[in-house]
């Protein structure tokens, strides 16, 4: 069975400090992970996803399928960047559609 | 563009009664997806629909059906809630397989008594 762990439930850096949010999946085909991102008050929304290989809001993701690692960082913690955030497995089943394994997130908290 | 809609916002419910979650989508998307989340985890999937008339069981299907009737809507039953049930209900949707962002609702705040 697929799993998405997420070690911390909470997270709190100072601001100006690098962050890195931990997740680690298991899926024994080719994986697709996410990260989704909760502010307060505002509903879940994609912060980035593997295979775009983007940095968003200075945040960036690598996969590494070796340590089956999918780790978000960001090299400058910013006050906005308080927020919940989870990591998010999809896995196919050959239906093409099943929906998003998550993990159970951590609260990153972002002191001045 | 209203997005994800969901109806409704916070529901009280006593052991054994019933109910239907709305959820609404008009991004004309063709995938359709119900997650329930409780205190310290994770959403977990309960079912989810591919397009207009298909339904498909999560990981947590159990004491839910779904319907999926017309693509803009899909709606979630509970036949005899239980406590169990107490959670915080997603909705999301997304375009396609291969553009998969998921969309997701403001949620239904679920209580039963």
């Known amino acids: 069975a697929q799993r998405v762990t997420q070690p911390e439930k909470l997270l709190s850096v100072f601001k100006g400090a690098p962050v890195e949010l931990k997740c680690n999946y298991s899926?024994?085909?080719?994986?697709?992970l996410f990260w989704y991102v909760q502010y307060s008050r505002q509903r879940l929304q994609l912060l980035l996803r593997?295979?775009s290989r983007e940095s968003i809001k200075g945040f960036t993701a690598d996969l590494n399928k070796g340590e089956t690692s999918f780790h978000l960082k960001k090299p400058f913690a910013q006050e906005e960047d308080s927020a919940m955030y989870y990591c998010?497995?999809?896995?196919?089943?050959?239906?093409?559609?099943?929906?998003?394994?998550f993990g159970k997130g951590t609260h990153l908290i972002i002191q001045p | 563009n209203a997005g994800v809609t969901q109806t409704p916002k916070f529901r009280v419910l006593k052991t054994g009664q019933s109910m239907t979650l709305l959820c609404a989508q008009d991004?004309?998307?063709?995938?359709m997806y119900w997650y329930r989340q409780d205190p310290g985890m994770g959403l977990r999937l309960i079912h989810y629909?591919?397009?207009?008339?298909?339904?498909a069981k999560g990981e947590v299907p159990d004491g839910y059906n779904v319907s999926r009737l017309k693509k803009q809507n899909f709606l979630l039953g509970l036949e005899s809630a239980a406590p169990s049930q107490t959670s915080v209900y997603f909705c999301?949707?997304?375009?396609?397989?291969?553009?998969?962002?998921?969309?997701f609702g403001p949620g239904t705040r679920l209580t039963v008594t």
């Open positions: 899926y024994s085909g080719s994986p697709e």
């Open positions: 991004m004309n998307h063709e995938y």
């Open positions: 593997h295979i």
């Open positions: 629909s591919v397009g207009e008339g298909t339904t």
């Open positions: 999301a949707s997304s375009y396609s397989s291969r553009y998969y962002e998921q969309y």
């Open positions: 998010a497995l999809r896995g196919y089943s050959g239906g093409g559609a099943d929906g998003l394994t």
